[in-house]
């Protein structure tokens, strides 16, 4: 044998070696800044989910199974006072914006370019709101002009995906697009705000020609057409491929998780829903069950792929949802209307707790401590200043004022950005449902008080949130001074903000705010 032979032959073990630490060391990433993932799910009410936000467990917590957001708190905060808008378009529009609905004007949900969503009323005309929804750019009639925070991370050398529901502008408006917002990537995400619907076999609603049976038909999910494979899974799946794809470039990635569960269509998805019926609950609250499970397996595989992935210690996973659970349309639910969100009033559309308080948790690991809660308070345009921190973006220029406050300080328990803060939401609309708290009012949360006031009939109620979480006890008649310093409070507010209010149809003259009126 040829000795000279044996020692580079020997050495080559050690040149793979030392090759596959070089390959190593250029694939690690420069940026060591966390991605981010926000998890926001449509429609859910507080008392959707197993796990309980409020002091004791429900029994809808204990009807419901979400063991993934169960896990997720476990390593996260939970937060038992997040708000929003009382339906989704508003709520989007001030997440993507950072601006408080009376600002932007999108009021009501959007659809079609120049058309309003509103129900005709015998009384009250509405205003002339946003019904385009926003945009980063100008030049389109009824829509408000603001700087994506989503385009700032991408600026900033994140890689950005979104993946689902999108609902920020009308059809052919430039807002409709996910890609104008600063995502490069856009997986089913349109104007729609709802989808036709959730089953594969039914092509999420096209015909066997491929054209869209509704404008809610949920596009670019081809490939599962005609299978069985419930949209909530497809669009988990699809993300799951973005996220693998995401993980060769070496960059810091937002995941925007935007899924239609839970919104109607109650489309029954078939591997929960025995398991619901069993419970004894009504085809409808069952099918309802199942969109809720669902999207909790979601958040179950994206955590799973997370820690498969080796990126679970660095991602931070913010979970919400866009507004109260559906407690409004007997179509859809069944039992005594108002009530699915007990303990909770009301419901989605609602300016009471049910439509506006939404489950919330962070996980952010080294920082946020695990099974902790908080229980102060937020409102979802909060979430843009904080996304932008987490992501060390500290000095970036806006169109907009920011109305958000970033709530870093209460996730690292550094300080409480809502003490003596207050919430404003402002609904001059006519949604399309009746019910308690729904339609033309606006209102104001400071500390453990609450004041809704109603444009309509200049009705003014007052609530101890705390001592009174389900608002059954009005208390507007005891504390008068309360009464008259929040209707001052938010009706310098409102104007400030150039907030808008509906008009009486009588005299063409708007309604009066609430501190014009005792």
């Known amino acids: 044998m040829n000795k000279k032979l044996l020692f580079p032959l020997a050495l080559v073990p050690l040149a793979a070696t030392s090759l596959q630490a070089q390959k190593s060391a250029q694939t690690q990433r420069v940026d060591k800044r966390p991605n981010i993932i926000l998890f926001m799910v449509d429609d859910m009410g507080w008392q959707d989910t197993s796990l309980p936000f409020w002091t004791q467990k429900t029994d809808y917590n204990k ?13 996260g905060m ?12 508003p709520t989007r529009c001030s997440l993507i914006t950072g601006t408080n609905a009376a600002r932007h004007r999108v009021t009501n949900w959007t659809l079609q370019k120049n058309t309003k969503t509103d129900r005709k009323d015998k009384v009250l005309d509405v205003p002339a709101w946003n019904y385009n929804g926003v945009s980063q750019v100008p030049g389109t009639n009824n829509t408000f002009v603001g700087t994506s925070f989503v385009q700032l991370l991408k600026d900033s050398g994140y890689h950005t995906i979104h993946c689902g529901k999108a609902h920020f502008g009308a059809i052919d408006t430039p807002g409709e697009d996910p890609h104008h917002w600063g995502f490069e990537v856009n997986i089913a995400g349109h104007a729609a705000g709802g989808l036709a619907s959730y089953l594969g076999e039914e092509n999420y609603g096209h015909n066997k020609d491929g054209k869209p049976i509704s404008l809610m038909a949920v596009p670019g999910l081809e490939k599962y057409w005609g299978t069985e494979t419930f949209v909530t899974e497809a669009l988990t799946l699809e993300a799951i491929k973005a996220l693998n794809k995401a993980k060769k470039y070496n960059q810091p990635f937002y995941l925007y998780m935007s899924q239609y ?8 998805d078939k591997r929960f829903y025995d398991k619901y019926k069993k419970k004894g609950m009504t085809d409808h609250e069952a099918a309802y069950a199942t969109l809720i499970e669902g999207m909790d397996k979601s958040l179950g595989d994206l955590m799973d792929w997370l820690e498969k992935s080796g990126e679970a210690d660095n991602t931070i996973i913010i979970f919400m949802s866009d507004n109260g659970g559906l407690a409004a349309e007997s179509y859809w639910r069944d039992g005594k209307l108002h009530t699915q969100n007990h303990p909770l009033n009301s419901g989605k559309g609602s300016t009471y707790e049910g439509g506006i308080r939404e489950p919330m948790i962070v996980s952010w690991p080294g920082v946020v401590a695990p099974g902790s809660k908080c229980n102060d308070y937020l409102l979802i345009e909060d979430f843009y200043p904080t996304i932008l921190e987490m992501a060390g973006i500290k000095k970036y220029k806006t ?3 920011i109305d958000g406050i970033s709530f870093i300080p209460l996730l690292k328990q550094t300080g409480n950005p809502s003490k003596g803060r207050s919430l404003f ?7 399309g449902n009746d019910g308690p708290g729904i339609n033309f009012n606006c209102a104001v949360r400071n500390g453990d008080w609450k004041l809704i006031y109603y444009y309509g009939t200049g009705k003014k109620e007052l609530f101890n949130i705390p001592d009174d979480i389900g608002e059954s006890n009005d208390l507007s008649a005891q504390h008068p001074d309360i009464v008259k310093r929040l209707s001052k409070e938010l009706g310098t507010y409102l104007r400030k903000v150039d907030a808008q209010r509906p008009i009486v149809k009588a005299t063409g003259k708007p309604c009066l705010w609430p501190d014009e009126i005792e």
Do not use: C, G
Request: glycine share 0%.
């Open 425 to 431: 939401w402002n609904m001059p609309n006519n949604w």
């Open 261 to 268: 569960a839970i919104h109607v269509p109650l489309d029954k």
């Open 78 to 89: 939970m937060f038992t006072q997040a708000y929003a808008s009382s339906i989704s378009s």
């Open 399 to 401: 169109v907009q004022p």
């Open 63 to 75: 009807l419901y199974e979400t063991p993934n957001m169960e896990r997720l708190a476990k390593q």
